[in-house]
């Protein structure tokens, strides 16, 4: 191979680079020519990865302590933290960034540099332990370009692998020659791959622990083991530089709910048999897929089929042993030890926890006993633990391209040409079998296509900003707890949200608006209750959050809704037309008063009686007495205690926990807080004393007796009896959609069952054996608008009534309906009478 180049270093990187980057256009034609102005993948997750990255690129360097809070989903904090942030990205692309301005130029920009660095890194590592260029350049183009990093393009933090190569093959150079600077790369690569993604920081210490122990196995020399003792401190050392980013997101874990990945949403996402069939429908050679092939895509999660070609290779690179006349270094035993067999063991271990919680059905203890440890509940995806079945296999496939090349230079009187010409063969086989071509690319507007009203709000100064409407939501089932925030069509929804975001890039403005890996509490709320939008309730939350400007886009509502929609935007109080720019009109929030923590009323409701050695559930009632809206952006949990007195005054008990302050309270409303005491004193009468620990509503104490004592509950009930009334008949509400407080119900335990209340989480699922109040809106020809659901405040005992605020979300057009409120046991079905309320939905004033 040394007689094929005869070129300085320089030369032969140079070439390889350029080789690389030409392969990386012909994969991903015609994205070249639309580097300024396009992207691959969509309007979704792209537009999200383009702002992280200019976000990165516009921060890091200007205002660093301000890198996680980002200018998206206001009022919520750290939420960068919310997805990956790319901090590594953010830095490569900080020139072209500050030079461009063009925050699609600096995206594509990181995807060539992905695929040619990747491909660059493999080249070399594969040199290194084979000696071949060959075999390099094919583990450079699979590792890089092989159909799953491609299925990738609409996830860059995935595509972005250059360092993990690199990182490895420091690696290996210091355990066999030591080396200050091989260790300091080590340490180097290691932190900006790991800084890049917090999968490839898995991936890194995966890669090198498996390398550290593989070496370790084998190693006699007393140097050896000071190398290896190295290594531990320059890992040690990487982490150190890895750790501070990792606050921000274990800040977000501390106070906000769902925030890890659950087992069912990770098996929805894990590998299964038939994944490894599925090709991408811009295969050259796999397009059409051919039976017995699955189709799949950009975008898609599961594209693992890898090629025959490189599995070939891989075997090669596997069985092809050495003979007596082989003298080249791909033949070497120690090489294939430490090179093949170690990548083959890499590759296992990426195979076995791609396929998540269970193998075929069966338990995983490969991923399921790092998961309980914590290691993986950040990772919702699984089948991305491919990417190390990808180096494993280009690796081994460098290995039998380099073995093949061998044999034929070794075996034939055409001499080293005959290796050369093998050699080529193989990549040009391998480049047509996983070649993509022709993909979609969408065009973004840049520079002078932008909308002038984004450049119009950069000169605005600090405002604050929401894009609307809002994509239309579907139902959430219950509207006054954790609400799921369900789109009627999620792909538009998260397209608006990504443009919004996009195009934020040209002024950078806080806004309400964005989407990320997690939803907050705050967002879900904010979007639901902006359905209604424009109302008097949506200028009260927006006039409390203190938005200055609502940016109404005409071409995202309904054709047969413009008329009411223009009427409404300019006949709600408190709302005011700035300028109108076409498409797109600016409305001012015009400021307002807002209530504090002296203006809510609150009182506590808890069961009259409880079941030993089961939690309680016990509920705060909070009554808005202002004539403003009360806005809490308070994100913090809220410390409470519970106490347990006897009827002597002892405290035989004391309970300490959290519950979530209220976000927002309109004038007039009554909220219902949801609290739980794990634990309950023996049976016996007792006074609970409920202590708010200051905080959001301030230090607060309530006495609420309590008989603890062995009565049945709704989990396996005696007699499920109730009913529920209502005071005189609700008002209109004012506007259709958004939220709305439509009225307050008693519900009263008529039966001999503790009813258990429906806990505040974010599983979304209605647990079996809790009771909440059903409500069914219809209009006059009985058809359903939304089946609702709304909590009880508090666990309630046989004989005990409790007030219910109704928190509904009204029908989307205006009439006349009828409200049905009913008791539902979760599992079993209706109880008790059906309440029918007449209730008025009012058209936009004229």
Not at 24 to 43: E, K, N, R, S, Y
Not at 201 to 212: G, M, N, P, Q, R
């Amino acid at each position: 191979m040394d007689e094929w180049f005869r070129w300085s270093k320089k030369k032969e990187y140079l070439a390889v680079l350029v080789f690389f980057f030409l392969a990386a256009v012909l994969f991903t034609w015609p994205l070249i020519l639309h580097v300024h102005d396009g992207i691959i993948g969509g309007h979704g997750d792209p537009l999200l990865n383009t702002w992280i990255v200019n976000w990165d690129a516009r921060t890091v360097f200007t205002h660093p302590t301000q890198l996680f809070q980002g200018n998206i989903m206001y009022p919520s904090r750290d939420v960068l933290a919310y997805s990956e942030h790319l901090l590594t990205l953010g830095v490569i692309a900080a020139p072209m960034y500050f030079v461009t301005r063009n925050p699609i130029i600096s995206y594509n920009f990181l995807v060539f540099f992905a695929f040619v660095f990747s491909a660059f890194g493999c080249y070399l590592l594969i040199k290194e332990l084979t000696g071949s260029r060959l075999g390099g350049v094919v583990a450079g183009i699979f590792f890089a370009l092989c159909p799953y990093k491609i299925s990738q393009l609409s996830h860059l933090q995935m595509v972005f692998s250059p360092f993990l190569p690199f990182m490895l093959l420091y690696l290996y150079r210091f355990l066999k020659r030591g080396g200050k600077r091989n260790a300091i790369l080590f340490v180097v690569f290691f932190a900006a791959q790991s800084l890049a993604n917090w999968h490839y920081l898995i991936y890194c210490a995966i890669a090198a622990a498996l390398l550290w122990i593989w070496v370790a196995i084998f190693t006699r020399q007393k140097n050896d083991w000071k190398r290896l003792g190295w290594v531990v401190i320059a890992g040690i050392v990487a982490m150190l530089i890895i750790i501070p980013f990792t606050i921000p997101y274990l800040r977000a874990h501390s106070r906000l709910p769902g925030f890890e990945r659950s087992i069912q949403e990770v098996e929805l996402y894990a590998a299964k048999g038939d994944d490894y069939e599925r090709v991408l429908d811009v295969s050259v050679v796999y397009g059409d897929t051919p039976s017995p092939f699955k189709a799949g895509g950009i975008g898609y999660e599961n594209v693992l089929y890898p090629g025959v070609v490189i599995l070939i290779l891989a075997l090669a690179g596997l069985l092809l042993r050495r003979r007596k006349d082989d003298d080249l270094m791909v033949f070497d035993s120690v090489s294939f030890r430490e090179g093949a067999v170690y990548f083959l063991i890499l590759g296992v271990v990426g195979l076995l926890l791609a396929y998540g919680p269970k193998i075929a059905g069966h338990y995983n203890p490969f991923y399921m006993i790092p998961y309980r440890l914590g290691l993986l509940k950040f990772i919702r995806v699984p089948t991305r633990f491919f990417v190390l079945i990808a180096l494993g296999l280009a690796v081994l496939g460098g290995y039998g391209t380099a073995k093949l090349a061998a044999r034929s230079y070794s075996s034939r009187n055409g001499g080293w040409r005959i290796g050369q010409l093998t050699g080529l063969a193989i990549i040009a086989i391998l480049i047509l079998e996983i070649l993509t071509f022709n993909i979609t690319i969408h065009l973004i507007p840049t520079g002078r296509d932008v909308p002038e009203v984004y450049n119009w709000l950069r000169g605005r100064g600090d405002v604050r900003m929401i894009e609307l409407p809002t994509e239309p939501l579907a139902g959430a089932d219950i509207y006054d707890r954790d609400l799921r925030l369900n789109p009627v069509n999620i792909l538009d929804f998260l397209y608006r949200e990504g443009d919004s975001m996009y195009f934020s890039t040209y002024h950078w403005k806080t806004m309400v608006n964005g989407y990320s890996g997690y939803s907050p509490f705050f967002y879900r709320r904010i979007m639901t209750e902006m359905q209604g939008f424009p109302s008097q309730r949506t200028i009260d939350l927006l006039r409390g959050l203190n938005v200055d400007y609502v940016l109404w886009d005409w071409s995202w509502p309904e054709k047969n809704r413009l008329e009411e929609y223009d009427m409404r935007l300019f006949s709600t109080p408190g709302l005011s037309l700035v300028q109108d720019f076409g498409g797109k009109s600016v409305f001012r929030v015009e400021p307002g008063a807002v209530a504090t923590a002296e203006d809510i009323q609150l009182s506590a409701v808890a069961p009259s009686a409880a079941r030993p050695g089961q939690p309680l559930h016990l509920g705060l009632l909070a009554n808005n007495t202002s004539d403003n809206p009360m806005i809490s952006i308070e994100e913090e949990p809220q410390d409470f205690s519970l106490s347990f007195m006897d009827a002597s005054g002892n405290t035989v008990l004391v309970e300490k926990d959290t519950y979530r302050p209220p976000f927002f309270i309109d004038r007039g409303e009554t909220i219902s807080l949801s609290l739980t005491g794990d634990k309950v004193p023996p049976p016996g009468a007792y006074t609970a004393r409920l202590q708010l620990e200051g905080g959001v509503l301030g230090p607060r104490s309530f006495d609420l007796p309590i008989e603890i004592g062995d009565i049945p509950d709704s989990k396996g009930p005696a007699a499920m009896r109730g009913n529920v009334t209502v005071i005189g008949q609700p008002l209109p509400i004012p506007a259709p959609d958004g939220l709305y407080p439509v009225t307050t119900a008693t519900v009263t335990n008529i039966g001999d069952t503790l009813w258990l209340s429906l806990l505040q989480d974010e599983s979304y699922n209605l647990r079996a054996g809790s009771v909440h109040l059903s409500l069914k809106w219809s209009d006059a020809s009985g058809a359903i608008w939304e089946d609702q659901g709304c909590t009880i405040p508090c666990d309630v005992a046989p004989g005990q009534s409790i007030d219910v605020p109704v928190l509904t979300r009204p029908p989307n057009v205006p009439g006349d309906y009828s409200l049905d409120l009913r008791l539902f046991l979760d599992g079993t079905g209706y109880f008790g009478e059906t309440l029918h309320l007449n209730v008025q939905v009012l058209a936009p004033r004229e």
